[in-house]
């Protein structure tokens, strides 16, 4: 990753205290936005130096101050698509990624301190801080989620596993109404971290005067609001009405209030699912950040997404100008002589991707298919590197990557200290007479068609489940279902909806196999998110029982691993609990070791540098951005910062 900076990174982790940037208590000339100023006028809405924090967040624009006002054109892609959102107007956390991803700084938080075993996170928020309707933002909150959620057996089903350490979950200890501390029985080096991660941070999405009325402890009556609205319980409606098991979910509640720079709770909003056309998102008039010159931010009053049914679209959509910034459906290999031809028409130039994902895409078989038989097979070592050894990788990177790229599994880079080729390039190359070979072994036996027999005399069908949008993927596979048919193994593919998808496969157990890319492929990032290399959470697609098991082991859902398993997983949990960096480094490239030696997935290629568009009127984009989700593109470049000249 182009100027990621470990020894940055890792002081951002452990040092004693950081502190925002502030500025001197000048707010009170601060213009008022004229979006807002019938609200104000009209007394419904208190004057803009009332409703920013008593230290705002000052941020220094990137090319020069800019104005309020305008809006940001925009799309999401097919239904469940609602995970975009987190990337272009969900990423505040208490603390978040830098621009360059070479360490944290402080966010929602105004501060935080930690002291030199990472076992005490404290941690001030801002004085005066409030919710998009106007009410406090304290520790009250923070508390709330403690015990209404992370530490309520009926209400936690997300996991938070970052918030352990020891095999103890920490505890929270409040100093103030600004002040709260986050203790662990042992150190935790990788918390804020974790906390920065795309959508991991839950204290800032949890508030306390609006969840409280859905929750029994709080209101004796929930049950019965529970039933008004058609659901089962109140842990249902609290469910629902927090968000957290369902990024859709969460975007289209248009009464909960939140702390990010755009909302669909405002007055012109419109949430995600209300309009089949258009999703609006408007400005937050207490967002806690302003400019240098005092101008609260954002600068764009409106985020408008066009709901688009396929990238085909999107396409064309950004081709005639109507997308103002797009990187995710469209900036592939085949589509950048066509963006690069209608860039003048369009009114739009292109911004560089480094690349930080695993893989361009990873195979991924289910280790927890519920048939008994289909499981043992694809648990079979042998049978996954017979299936690798069948794919021609360099045919897809010719093909689909206009030969970008050079055959490898999710792995780090070649340039990362922690760089194993045994787990890069194994079994990658392309051998369809040994994967004949190893296949005869397993399975002898064939149908009419030359397809091969299970242990139940059942043609071997691999069906793999596929997100529509993702036309990398789509384009692979058509090139791939012929290699593996030519092994003897029945493989087809079935795309379907983002949502369906999310359903099927994320949320499912039944599918026989899917593919998908990102974790991360460099130092602190790929220690963060190891998907591909330990089952820990639910984007580990080969093994979600595993993965559930790693947080909620006694989830009647959860599947124990076997032994060499749950070995990687302890592994990794001695990972997260060290704060020395040289011993985090020993740990990972163990992790790493191990995760080569149990082969969960096998991959295409890792991915060369990558593109997006972004409309020539368009004022402080980077011209240089990492590509991740965990690191959310744009989020950390601090969107709230753009506007259009």
């Not at 987190?86 to 301190?113: C, H, K, M």
């Not at 599918?511 to 890319?517: E, K, V």
């Not at 020395?580 to 997935?601: G, H, I, R, Y």
Request: glycine share 8%.
């Amino acid at each position: 990753m182009n100027g990621f900076s470990r020894r940055a990174f890792l002081a951002g982790s452990t040092a004693f205290a950081s502190a925002a940037l502030v500025a001197p208590q000048v707010f009170g000339q601060t213009p008022e936005s004229a979006f807002l100023q019938a609200q104000v006028d009209a007394g419904t809405l208190p004057p803009v130096a009332d409703r920013l924090p008593a230290n705002p967040l000052v941020i220094e624009p990137w090319e020069r101050v800019g104005q309020q006002g305008g809006q940001w054109d925009h799309a999401l892609v097919g239904g469940g698509s609602a995970s975009m959102l987190v990337r272009y107007q969900g990423y505040d956390p208490l603390v978040r990624f830098t621009a360059d991803w070479s360490g944290i700084e402080a966010n929602v938080a105004e501060s935080y301190e930690v002291n030199e075993d990472a076992t005490v996170y404290t941690i001030k928020l801002r004085k005066g801080h409030k919710w998009s309707d106007g009410q406090p933002f304290t520790t009250a909150d923070v508390q709330f989620w403690y015990d209404a959620y992370f530490t309520d057996a009926e209400t936690n089903q997300a996991g938070n596993v970052w918030w352990s350490a020891g095999g103890k979950p920490a505890t929270i200890e409040v100093v103030d109404e600004q002040t709260f501390k986050v203790v662990f029985a042992a150190p935790n080096g990788f918390f804020l971290q974790q906390m920065a991660w795309a959508d991991q941070d839950q204290l800032v999405r949890c508030p306390k005067h609006y969840l409280e009325q859905f929750h029994i402890r709080y209101n004796p009556d929930a049950d019965k609001l529970a039933k008004a609205a058609g659901l089962e319980s109140w842990i249902a409606l609290f469910q629902q009405e927090i968000g957290y098991l369902d990024t859709n979910v969460y975007f289209q509640n248009t009464k909960r209030p939140a702390l990010t720079a755009w909302t669909f709770t405002g007055e012109g909003g419109k949430a995600l699912g209300q309009d089949t056309q258009t999703t609006i998102a408007v400005r937050n008039p207490y967002y806690h950040k302003v400019d240098t010159a005092g101008t609260q931010l954002p600068y764009f009053d409106r985020i408008v997404y066009q709901m688009v049914a396929d990238p085909e679209v999107l396409l064309l959509k950004t081709l005639q100008g109507e997308i103002d910034m797009m990187d995710q459906y469209i900036a592939t290999p085949a589509n950048k002589p066509v963006l690069f031809d209608g860039q003048e028409a369009g009114g739009y130039g292109f911004y560089t991707l480094k690349e930080t994902a695993a893989n361009v895409m990873a195979f991924q078989l289910n280790l927890n298919h519920v048939n008994p038989t289909r499981r043992e097979l694809f648990n079979n070592l042998e049978f996954r590197r017979a299936l690798s050894i069948a794919v021609d990788r360099q045919a897809l990177i010719d093909a689909v990557f206009v030969g970008q790229g050079a055959p490898a599994h999710a792995s780090m880079r070649e340039d990362d200290p922690l760089y194993n080729e045994q787990l890069a390039k194994q079994y990658t190359e392309f051998d369809p007479d040994k994967a004949n070979q190893m296949l005869d072994a397993l399975l002898s036996n064939k149908d009419g068609e030359g397809y091969r027999l299970d242990a139940d005399g059942q043609r071997v069908s691999i069906i793999f489940e596929l997100d529509q949008t993702r036309t990398t993927f789509l384009d692979m596979f058509e090139l791939a279902i012929p290699m593996f048919q030519a092994v003897g193994i029945d493989a087809q593919m079935r795309t379907m909806d983002r949502s369906l998808w999310e359903q099927r496969v994320r949320r499912g157990r039944e599918y026989d196999a899917t593919a998908h890319q990102f974790g991360a492929n460099s130092g602190i990032a790929a220690m963060l998110d190891p998907r591909f290399y330990v089952p820990i959470n639910n984007n580990c697609f080969y093994a979600q029982g595993w993965a559930l098991y790693f947080t909620q082991p006694d989830n009647p859902d959860a599947i124990e691993p076997p032994a060499e398993v749950k070995a990687q997983q302890e592994l990794y949990r001695q990972l997260v609990a060290t704060a020395e960096p040289a011993k985090q480094q020993e740990l990972m490239a163990q992790v790493l070791q191990n995760a080569a030696d149990l082969f969960f997935t096998f991959g295409v290629s890792l991915p060369a540098d990558g593109y997006g568009i972004v409309g020539t009127d368009m004022v402080n984009v980077l011209k240089q951005m990492p590509n991740s989700f965990g690191w959310p593109t744009p989020g950390p470049a601090r969107p709230e910062q753009f506007f259009k000249a």
